[in-house]
Every structure is written in structure tokens, then in C-alpha cells.
């Protein structure tokens, strides 16, 4: 059978495949340690599954509005006022099945064949697919290690051309963890409104930031880039609700209302009860969240600590998400392995110990380690890879 051409043009998500692939194992009966999936390991706070089982109680289990319930909308928009003193309104958001629906939603309606995104490397493994498959050219910039991953204004002015139509800005960032400070959006952001691109702020880890420093959402830095911004959030990272596939997106409301008639065509509304938890998630107690970024903390410094400890292997303290990212270029010309990939694909074989390599995020130096799991998992996982590393093969 022949497919269309936009989606032979597409890779798998690393990430999902590993997973499945550790998961796979450990059904089996492997001793497998996971460090792929980017997902808390906490369950959902109670508060949120409850108010979800009350909806489901209460008959609303029926089709909602395309956009979302309005008290889910209207929450939404009271975040981003209390926290970041941006306004919208109802009419320019929209709930959507997860931020990854609202990231496929947004390119769709935005681009045509032949735009451009920039797209800053290290990246989310689906930002250039979703790019692709909406018939855009994804152009990569690379944020330097010395510069913590990050990419500059400068960059991204030598990468713009007649058909650039969007920047993605993703701080925290997935897969290194980096944070934007303000004076550095700041410049990002007078480069794109002297060039009339869209900026896509995916704020999907806005909430996980530790040591003091600050999360700036893009759309706050002036009245001109509220207007050329589009924000993507979602509860998946924040309340542990990856499972509940609750996202949103904030911006221009011709954009939005575009988005939302996509929906209409192929998802139509998000989980009705589902709506109902996300609700409770951003006006209920935040207890939960804090207690769950105290942990973390404690499991990133413990995982910088072990993992700097390995000859041939550095990494940097990340400032935010639930990621390290180390550079793993020493261990693999030592051990004599071709690329990360085949280095990676010897440790799960030999150690049993599942990571993403770098290349799926186009960093072919560096594998990307999630701390969202317990911390006798991290330290016998890191012990394995110390072995790997520094033993015999």
C-alpha cells in the first residue's frame, strides 16, 4: 500500500521506543532500571482524581465544546493573569488531548508547504517531526554545552529567511533541563518581532524549576510579544497526569479559533471528566506539586554527583524538568563504540539499563536520563553504567 509522503518522512519517537522496549524486558522477567520515560513517577494527587470520579458521577461523561468546558478555560486564563500578569480571555484558549496535541494543532494551522520553524537543538523529538508532517522545513540551531544547551539571539537572527514563520522556546527545556533568563528571551524575542516570527513558547515544565530561579513566559516581556506568542502548557508534567492527556495553548485568538476547528474535525472535545481533574489540578491544593519538586531536587543533585563520579562522562547541573543530559563523548570513544546509539543499545543489552540517546533530540554526544523515578532506581542504574564504563566489556 503506499502512504502519503508525510509520514514516510517521519522518524519514531525515541523515547517511546525505548520505553516500550525496557518495558517489554522487564515483562520478561529482565532486571531492567528505566531512566526513559518523561513522566513523574508520583500518582496523581487524590484531589484531582476525585474531582474527576465526581464529574463521572454527576453524568458529565457527554461531548463538551470543542475548546474545552468554559470553567476549565476560564482557569486557565486566571493562571497565567495571577502568575505571569498576561490577560487573556476565553476565546483565545483551548484545551486540547495532551500539549502535544496542541503543538500538532498549532503547526497545522499555521504553516504551509515550505515554512520554516527554527527549531533550537538539543529538541524535544517530536518538535521536528510535527514540523515536517504539516509540510514545514524544520531549521536547527545548536545550543552550545558551554552556553547550558541554550541558543542565542544572534543565532537565531543568521537563521531566519523569507520564509520563517516560528521560533520554539522550550524552558524549561526538555531534554537539558535549561532555563531562559529573562535578559536572554529578552533578546530572542527583539530579533523575532524584527522579523514577524511567531514565537511558541511550550511552557510544559514551567512548574518544575528549582535553587531560586525564575520561570519568564515569553508572552509577558511587552505588548508586541503577548501578541506574537503562542503558549503551550499542559497538567501532564506539573500534576502527574500524563495518563489524563490534559494540554492547552494561550495566544492570537484567529490562531486559537483555527485550532479549535481542527479539533472539531478530528478529536473533537477532550475527555469530559478529564476536564473536570484539570480543573481541580490548577484551582485545588499545590501541596502535592511542591512536595513532589523537593524530591526531584534532591534526586538531580544526587544523579549529577554519581554521574560526574564515572571517568569519561560529565554533566551539568539542570536548573529545571526532570532531566539530566550529560556528555558521554569520552566513554564512547574509549569503549570504542561507533555513536551514542550503539553505545546506548551495549548498555541496555549488557547492563540492562534503558536511556535515551542523544541523537533522537540531535545531540549526538549526550544521553538524555530521566530522574522521575526512585532513587534506589538512579543509583543502582548509575552503578551499572559506572560498570559499563569503566569494567570490562
Known amino acids: 500500500m503506499k502512504l502519503a509522503k508525510r509520514v514516510t518522512v517521519l522518524s519514531p519517537s525515541s523515547t517511546l521506543a525505548i520505553t516500550a522496549k525496557a ?4 515483562r520478561q522477567g529482565i532486571d531492567v532500571v528505566s531512566f526513559g520515560a518523561g513522566e513523574p513517577d508520583f500518582n496523581t494527587p487524590l484531589h484531582i482524581i476525585e474531582a474527576a470520579e465526581k464529574a463521572m ?3 458529565k461523561t457527554k461531548y463538551t465544546a470543542t475548546a474545552g468546558i468554559p470553567e476549565l478555560l476560564q482557569a486557565i486564563c486566571d493562571k497565567y493573569e495571577k502568575e505571569y500578569g498576561v490577560t487573556y480571555n476565553t476565546k483565545q484558549a483551548i484545551v486540547t488531548n495532551g500539549g ?3 503543538l ?3 503547526f497545522m494551522a499555521l504553516l504551509d508547504p515550505g515554512d520554516e520553524v527554527i527549531v533550537p537543538i538539543p529538541y524535544w523529538v517530536s518538535y521536528p517531526e510535527m514540523v515536517k508532517v504539516a509540510d514545514g522545513v524544520p531549521v536547527y540551531i545548536e545550543g552550545k554545552e558551554d552556553n547550558q544547551f541554550k541558543i542565542t539571539a544572534e543565532q537565531v537572527k543568521e537563521a531566519i529567511t523569507p520564509r520563517t514563520r516560528a521560533l520554539i522556546i522550550n524552558s524549561p527545556s526538555n531534554p537539558t533541563g535549561s532555563i531562559y533568563s529573562r535578559k536572554e528571551l529578552e533578546e530572542i524575542v527583539d530579533v523575532c518581532l524584527s522579523n514577524n516570527v511567531l514565537m511558541v513558547s511550550d511552557e510544559i515544565y514551567e512548574k518544575l524549576i528549582y535553587d531560586g530561579h525564575e520561570h519568564v513566559t515569553v508572552a509577558s516581556l511587552s505588548k508586541e510579544a503577548y501578541e506574537n506568542t503562542i503558549i503551550v ?11 489524563w492527556r490534559m494540554g492547552y495553548a494561550l495566544g492570537n485568538e484567529k490562531l486559537i479559533r483555527a ?9 473533537s472535545n477532550p475527555t469530559s471528566f478529564s476536564q473536570y481533574g484539570a480543573l481541580a489540578a490548577l484551582t485545588g491544593p499545590q501541596e502535592p506539586l511542591e512536595m513532589m519538586k523537593t524530591e526531584f531536587v534532591k534526586r538531580r543533585d544526587r544523579v549529577v554527583e554519581l554521574l560526574n563520579d564515572i571517568e569519561g562522562i560529565t554533566c551539568l547541573k539542570p536548573e529545571g524538568a526532570f532531566y539530566v543530559f550529560p556528555n558521554v563523548k569520552q566513554a564512547i570513544e574509549k569503549q570504542g563504540y561507533a555513536n551514542v546509539d550503539e553505545w546506548s543499545k551495549a548498555l541496555l543489552e549488557q547492563q540492562k539499563v534503558a536511556l535515551i540517546p542523544g541523537s533522537g533530540f540531535g545531540a549526538s ?3 538524555r ?3 522521575a523515578t526512585s532513587m534506589e532506581q538512579l543509583e543502582k542504574g548509575i552503578a551499572r553504567i559506572k560498570q559499563f564504563v569503566e569494567g570490562t566489556n
Open 23 to 26: 518495558n517489554e524486558m522487564k
Open 233 to 243: 502548557n499542559g497538567m501532564s508534567k506539573p500534576y502527574s497526569m500524563t495518563g
Open 369 to 371: 536520563i530521566s530522574y
Open 104 to 106: 500538532y494543532n498549532l
Open 259 to 267: 485550532m479549535v476547528d481542527l479539533s472539531s474535525h478530528s478529536t
Open 100 to 102: 502535544k496535541h496542541a
Open 57 to 59: 458521577r454527576e453524568g
Open 365 to 367: 554526544e549526550n544521553i
